[in-house]
Nanobody
Framework: QVQLVESGGGSVRPGGSLRLSCTIS????????IGWFRQAPGKQREGVSC????????DYADSVRGRFGMSGDVAKKTVYLQMSNLKPEDTAVYSC??????????????????WGQGTQVTVAS
């Protein structure tokens, strides 16, 4: 049974930092796409960052490029999202998601098969 569990969310002031973790169990895929997605109240889900066995480097949404960094290793069962210079508009529930396939375009949540439960990130003064 594939499970993804996020941790590391919380409340932070604008300009602050947080690191989210996503722990994977139940699978060790050779081909994979894993990403971080977020959804704020009343807004559509947004792909934030992703890595894939079909890519050489992470992809990022324009809204977070230069502020967020995705790292980790699916083979080692944990991926991270380092978030810096956080803004109030980054407030959302952040979820990690996985599909057992290597996709170059990996910010589309509709292709993801497995999802974590999400962790709340609140940026407010």
């Amino acid at each position: 049974q594939v499970q993804l569990v996020e941790s590391g969310g919380g409340s932070v002031r604008p300009g602050g930092s947080l690191r989210l973790s996503c722990t994977i169990s139940g699978v060790t895929p050779y081909y994979y796409t894993i990403g971080w997605f977020r959804q704020a109240p009343g807004k559509q889900r947004e792909g934030v960052s992703c890595i894939s066995s079909a890519r050489d480097s992470p992809d990022y949404a324009d809204s977070v490029r230069g502020r967020f960094g995705m790292s980790g290793d699916v083979a080692k069962k944990t991926v991270y999202l380092q978030m810096s210079n956080l803004k109030p508009e980054d407030t959302a529930v952040y979820s990690c998601a996985l599909v057992i396939s290597g996709l170059s375009a990996c910010l589309d949540g509709s292709v993801m098969r497995y999802w974590g439960q999400g962790t709340q990130v609140t940026v407010a003064s």
